[in-house]
């Protein structure tokens, strides 16, 4: 079945560039979409990626998808405390609509 | 304009109490979703209406758990009996099913059984 992989914890000083990765094993997927989720709140959507583009930038978040590696990552560029987050990946059940969900990459943002 | 909205914002509930959480989408969204997410589980998806078409009920966990959506708009999710696996917050989200088919998300039910 479908599964959504994505690394449990990232730690970057504020000010770097932060790379939270995912894979996926739909491949007929069409979107794939990032949410972020801060404590006690619910999921904000970030940004999404059609499937057939390789890369999509908005302000400080660019996407890059690697669909013949199923590999999705989400790049915050020059990061911020308030960056200070859990990260879901998601892809779309192509047949119901679901979102299909990673565990989550919590983001810790060192001053 | 107003997003998803959910009430209420915490449920504490006694074990083998029945509980009904609410969910008002966008105006205008015809699909909507309930998922659950809890510390052992991660975000699961529980059922999702489209329309007037039968909803997919393939997520829910047990018979315990139904959910029904009036009019086309607001959704109630009900746990009967629950248990204490139930805790968990209860996100709901819709969509506009055009293209990009995103889903917005409410803030959530978080769920106690004690």
């Known amino acids: 079945g479908e599964d959504v992989e994505q690394s449990l914890f990232l730690s970057v000083r504020e000010g770097d560039s932060s790379v939270i990765n995912c894979t996926y094993t739909?491949?007929?997927?069409?979107?794939l979409y990032w949410y972020k989720q801060e404590p006690g709140a619910g999921l904000q959507l970030l940004t999404y990626?059609?499937?057939?583009?390789d890369m999509k930038q908005d302000q400080r978040l660019t996407v890059l998808l690697n669909k013949k590696d199923k590999h999705l990552s989400l790049r915050i560029a020059d990061t911020q405390t308030g960056d200070s987050a859990i990260y879901f990946c998601?892809?779309?059940?192509?047949?119901?609509?679901?979102?299909?969900f990673g565990q989550g990459t919590t983001l810790q943002v060192k001053p | 304009g107003a997003g998803v909205s959910q009430s209420p914002s915490n449920k504490v509930t006694e074990k083998g109490k029945d509980v009904e959480l609410r969910c008002d989408p966008i105006?205008?969204?015809?699909?909507l979703y309930w998922y659950r997410q809890s510390l052992g589980q991660g975000l699961e998806f529980l059922i999702y209406?489209?329309?007037?078409?039968?909803?997919?009920k393939s997520g829910l966990p047990s018979d315990r758990f139904s959910a029904e959506r009036t009019g086309g708009s607001v959704s109630t999710l009900t746990i009967q009996r629950t248990q204490q696996e139930d805790s968990a917050v209860y996100l709901c989200?819709?969509?506009?099913?055009?293209?990009?088919?995103?889903?917005?998300f409410g803030p959530g039910t978080r769920l106690t059984v004690l």
């Open positions: 989200a819709s969509s506009l099913m055009d293209s990009t088919d995103t889903q917005y």
């Open positions: 739909d491949s007929s997927s069409t979107y």
């Open positions: 105006s205008g969204h015809t699909a």
């Open positions: 209406f489209q329309g007037n078409s039968a909803p997919d």
């Open positions: 990626i059609f499937s057939n583009m």
């Open positions: 998601a892809e779309k059940d192509r047949n119901t609509g679901k979102l299909i």
